[in-house]
Structure formats: structure tokens, C-alpha cells
């Protein structure tokens, strides 16, 4: 170039190193370089892993769950989840009929397979009547399912018998289906 | 001077009778004599200071004092000395007063200035004075002081201390989450006593008002628990196998009448209130429950099904000298014995509904109360006057409360709401 005064020629010198220093740091900027040597470091590898996101699982067999063969907790269960049906009576009667003692049959021949369960029979009535008497005529219910079940072999320490007379109806309503369906002994978990 | 004595005998002789027809033949008995009430003005109450309140407090002591003295019974009640509601009435006496709240510096302070209210039972119209009493309650307790005061009333002209102070002990809710509640005899100041979540009923107030004997449920099973109620500390009683039901206090309050059926079927037990058995009155096979001591403490009656339904039966102390009440209708059950001792409500079955007798102890002179319109009355108690029942009645559809001057046989309705309440106790004096 014809004419460049040397200071010229020094600006420029200092511009190229400017320009190939500012080159080198925005390549030193890039973290690329960096981490594909450390890949290669077997030492380093295993932290690089951890930051790292993807791994590809190995090609192994899925978990098979356990079949574990678990017996149903009767203690927690409601007995009418594992087949105890209630009994129904005869307005203001509290002895069993035959179609009472067909259901305490199938009743006891569960209840006997499991002794060590505690279940409470309670006895109901309708709403007609008194509190007081109620009370009592829904205890004769459940002391005759309780009774009828020991007949048939049942444990008698795993029946408790209690009585809540008209107070607490399955049904409401003033009429017949509805105080047939509130005159029975029902089985409860205590 | 003979004359002049005479005159003055006669003057007194005749000033006597006044008070003497003012205190009328308080005789309960069950058959519906003519009775004679006493005719009483209630007065507007001066107010000689403090404000809106003082105006309000009179207002509220005038009307409570007014349907006290109704509600007794023994009283025709006016409101002002003449007027279309009052010309029938001729008055024996008045209630006069005054009620004096807290001056106006004493509102600005702020500091808690009493209220002083003072009532005067005058002879009307000669303005004799016959009682007066002064209060200084706090403003929650101004329908007490009227209810005190009418109280005073009460026994002052009929010779009958007055209930205007007693209170209704009750169940309230459905299904197996019933609690009891507590209720002024007027219907004011409904309080809850439990919130166990569970099954509590048949309440029974000790003779001196200081527990409330009830029984409830523990995880299906009965027992029978006393509530203190002054703190409502609530403690176990006994808690047998099976019912532990009916609790009666003996009226000396050392010991209670309960059903337990720990021995097979329901039995009558003498049991303390720390639970020990004392005594067993019953042993049949059938259902023996619901009994209820006599006002002197002697005899009981009970139910029992020994004949195959349930009826009603007396026997002393010891379980003997047992007799039938009842002969007529195949059930009964829930008596009450009267604070009189004379007569007996119970609930009965005719038909397809449970209706409210009265009856003689000697078994005489059976009367029904509760005529159809009442659909299913149960759970009658007596008041401590012998003259008013509450009882619970399903007439509008759930059973409700309802309070009855068995004299007259007029009623009113003493709670509302949504939920049944049932087993009413009345509180003693």
C-alpha cells in the first residue's frame, strides 16, 4: 500500500491483534471445547453425568409385581363387604322365622370360618312405640340372632350385641315398607 | 263504740276475702274443674335514666313478666288498665316499677355501670304495697330478674312457688348423632350440653339440679354417664353389658332407678351414682324398663311385658307388693309420677298411634290428653307445679316440643327447627 504512514501500519497491526485476541476470547466463551474434553476423562465422567440429562436405560426385563397373596382383613371390613346378611322380624316380635334362620345359617357358616373376628349385632326397630321399649324389643332382636348363631357353632366371644331401638332407621317414612326394612338386626364392624 | 268495732271487724272481714279469692283452689286433680284465676295488670315500668337501653330492659322485664305470670296458669294478664283486651278482666292486683340505668357520664367513661330495676306487687286499685324487690343485674340477665321476680309473684298471691326459673333438658338430631340440649321453660336460651357424635338420650335431672344423669353410646355400646351442670364436666355412671337405660332419681338424690339388662333381659336396679348395684327389684324373663320413683321416694312404677305387652306396674322400694295400673290398651310405657304423688302421664298405644293418659295412682279416673290432632305424643315429664307436661309431639311432621297445662289442656309449642327432639326432662325448681 502505497503511502501508509508507519503509524498507520502500527494502528493497523494493533487492530488485527485486537480482532484475533477478541476472536480466541469468543471462542474461549464457548463451553464446547471444554466439556468435550472432560467427556473424554473417565475420572470426570461420572459428575459430568449427573449434570448431564439424558441415560439411556438398559435393555433389561420389566418389574414383575409380586403376586402376594393377601387375606382380606375381615377385622376391618363392614360384614356385609364379606356376605353377613341382616335379619328382619314381625312388627313388635323378635322371634326368628324361616327365612330369618336360612340367613343365619349361611351367616354362621362364614362367621365360623373366621373366629377371630369381633362383630357387633345390633338390634332395631320402627318407629312406632316408645323410645324405652324400642330399646329393649331391638336388644331381644339381637340377643336372638346372637343365640341362634352360637347354636349353630359361631364363637360367642366374637359376637357383641347392642340395641339402638327406633334412632337409627335405614328407612324413612310412616309406612309399611319402610318400617318392615328398619325391623332387623344388622351386623356392624364395633 | 260496739257499732264502731263492728264496723271495723266487718271492713277487715271484708278486705280478707279479696286475698282470699285471690289465691285460688290450686287443686290439680285430674278432673277439669271450673277454676278461677287471678286477674293481674302488669304496669309500664318508669325508666329514670339511661337511654335506649333502660327503654329496652323495661320492655323485656314488662313482656317476660307477663308471660310468666300466663304461663303459669293461675293468672289473666293485662297489659294496660283498660283497652278491648282488658275490660273483662277485673284486677286484684298490679305490678308496678322502675328501671334506672347507667347515667351519662358513666356510658361515656365507659365503666360498667349496673342497671337498677325495682318492682313493687301492689293491691289494685288501692296501691297497697305487698312485696318489693330491687335488682342490679347485668344486661344478659334481665329476663332472669323478671322471671325471679314473677317467681316471687306467684307464690306471694297462690301460696305456689313459681317455675318461671326452671329449664328443659333434651335430645336433638337424627340417626345416631343426637346431643342434649338445654332450654328456658319459655323457649328462650337454647344451649347444647354434648357434642360427642354419637347417640345421647333419656336425660334425667338429679332432685337439686346439679347433674343431668343421661345415656349415650361408646363405640355401640351403652352406658350411662352424669353431666355436672355447672361446668359440664360429663363422668361415667355404669356401663353394664347391654341397656343401661332409663335413669329416675331417687327425689334425696343419693341413689337412681335404672333398666340394666346385664343378667340376660331388662331388670329394675337401685344402683348409686358411682355405679354400684344396690339393689335389684325385678326378675322375670319378659322386659322390665322405664322406672320412675313417687315423689316421696317410696314406691315405683315400671314397665313391664310379663303379660306379653307392654303395661305399667307399682311396687315399693324393695320390689314387693307389686300391682297392675294399667288394664286398658295393649302398650304403655314412659310414666311419669306427678311432684303431687296423686297422678301418673304415661304414653300409650291406641290404634296405630302413641297418645298421653293421665291416671290416678290409685288407677282411677284414666283420662286421655292428647286427642289425634297431636298424631304421636311420647316422653312425657311433669313440671315441678304438677300442672304442666312437656312431652314431644310429631303433629307438624317432626317431633317437636310442646308444653301442656293438663288442667285446661292448652299447649304451646316450646322448640322448632329442622331436627327431632325427643326424652324432654323439666328441670326441678
Known amino acids: ?190 | 263504740m260496739l257499732r264502731f268495732t263492728l264496723v271495723v271487724l266487718l271492713l277487715m272481714a271484708s278486705a280478707l276475702p279479696v286475698l282470699g279469692q285471690a289465691v285460688p283452689n290450686v287443686e290439680v286433680g285430674i278432673t277439669k274443674t271450673a277454676y278461677e284465676k287471678t286477674d293481674i295488670l302488669v304496669g309500664i315500668l318508669d325508666v329514670l335514666s339511661g337511654g335506649i337501653q333502660s327503654v329496652d330492659a323495661a320492655t323485656l322485664i314488662e313482656q317476660t313478666l307477663a308471660s310468666d305470670l300466663k304461663n303459669s296458669g293461675l293468672f289473666r294478664v293485662g297489659l294496660r288498665e283498660s283497652g278491648a283486651e282488658t275490660d273483662s278482666l277485673s284486677f286484684m292486683f298490679a305490678i308496678r316499677g322502675s328501671v334506672e340505668g347507667p347515667l351519662r357520664d358513666a356510658e361515656q367513661t365507659g365503666e360498667a355501670a349496673p342497671t337498677t330495676i325495682s318492682l313493687d306487687l301492689v293491691t289494685y286499685p288501692g296501691g297497697q304495697l305487698m312485696l318489693n324487690k330491687r335488682y342490679r343485674p347485668l344486661p344478659e340477665k334481665m329476663r332472669a330478674t323478671a322471671h325471679h321476680f314473677a317467681n316471687q309473684v306467684v307464690e306471694m298471691i297462690t301460696g305456689e312457688p313459681g317455675i318461671a326459673l326452671t329449664r328443659v333438658v333434651f335430645s336433638r338430631g337424627q340417626g345416631d348423632r343426637r346431643d342434649l340440649y338445654l332450654v328456658d321453660y319459655d323457649g328462650e336460651n337454647q344451649m347444647r350440653l354434648t357434642a360427642n357424635r354419637t347417640l345421647n338420650l333419656c336425660p334425667a335431672w338429679k332432685p337439686d339440679g346439679s347433674e343431668i344423669a343421661f345415656t349415650t353410646y361408646n363405640r355401640g355400646m351403652q352406658g350411662l354417664y352424669s353431666l355436672n351442670a355447672a361446668n359440664g364436666e360429663v363422668r361415667e355412671v355404669i356401663s353394664q353389658d347391654g341397656l343401661n337405660l332409663g335413669a329416675n332419681w331417687h327425689p334425696d338424690g343419693t341413689e337412681l332407678l335404672i333398666s340394666l339388662s346385664r343378667s340376660g333381659d331388662p331388670e329394675i336396679y337401685r344402683i348409686t351414682p358411682t355405679g354400684e348395684i344396690l339393689r335389684r327389684l325385678t326378675a322375670m324373663p319378659s322386659i322390665e324398663i322405664s322406672p320412675c320413683w313417687d315423689p316421696a321416694g317410696r314406691d315405683l312404677v315400671f314397665t313391664s311385658d310379663r303379660t306379653g305387652t307392654p303395661q305399667l306396674y307399682i311396687v315399693d322400694g324393695d320390689g314387693a307388693g307389686r300391682r297392675r295400673l294399667t288394664f286398658e290398651s295393649r302398650y304403655n310405657d314412659s310414666a311419669d309420677w306427678s311432684p303431687t304423688g296423686e297422678q301418673m302421664v304415661y304414653a300409650t298405644r291406641m290404634g296405630n298411634i302413641t297418645q298421653l293418659v293421665l291416671i290416678r295412682a290409685t288407677g282411677e279416673d284414666r283420662r286421655i290428653l292428647t286427642g289425634r290432632q297431636w298424631r304421636n305424643c311420647e316422653d312425657p315429664s311433669w313440671a315441678p307445679d304438677g300442672r304442666h307436661i312437656v312431652f314431644a309431639s310429631d303433629r307438624s311432621g317432626t317431633f317437636k316440643l310442646y308444653v301442656m297445662d293438663v288442667v285446661e289442656g292448652g299447649a304451646r309449642q316450646l322448640t322448632f327447627g329442622e331436627d327431632p327432639d325427643i326424652t324432654p326432662a323439666w328441670s326441678p325448681r
Open chain 1, 1 to 190: 500500500m502505497k503511502g501508509i504512514s508507519s503509524k498507520m501500519h502500527t494502528m493497523l497491526s494493533l487492530l488485527a491483534m485486537l480482532a484475533l485476541v477478541s476472536g480466541l476470547a469468543l471462542f474461549a466463551g464457548c463451553g464446547g471445547s471444554k466439556d468435550d474434553q472432560v467427556e473424554t476423562d473417565p475420572a470426570a465422567a461420572g459428575d459430568a453425568a449427573e449434570e448431564a440429562v439424558e441415560t439411556v436405560p438398559d435393555p433389561v426385563a420389566p418389574e414383575v409385581p409380586q403376586e402376594v397373596e393377601e387375606a382380606p382383613d375381615y377385622a376391618a371390613m363392614e360384614p356385609a363387604e364379606y356376605g353377613i346378611e341382616d335379619i328382619f322380624f314381625a312388627f313388635d316380635q323378635y322371634d326368628l322365622d324361616d327365612v330369618a334362620m336360612s340367613t343365619l345359617a349361611r351367616n354362621a357358616r362364614v362367621l365360623r370360618q373366621h373366629p377371630e373376628v369381633v362383630i357387633l349385632v345390633e338390634g332395631h326397630g320402627d318407629e312406632r312405640g316408645t323410645i324405652e321399649y324400642n330399646l329393649a324389643l331391638g336388644e331381644k332382636r339381637a340377643k336372638a340372632v346372637r343365640d341362634y348363631l352360637v347354636s349353630l357353632g359361631v364363637s360367642s366371644s366374637g359376637l357383641r350385641v347392642t340395641s339402638y331401638g327406633e334412632s337409627r332407621p335405614f328407612a324413612l317414612g310412616s309406612n309399611e315398607t319402610a318400617w318392615a326394612k328398619n325391623r332387623r338386626a344388622h351386623f356392624a364392624r364395633p
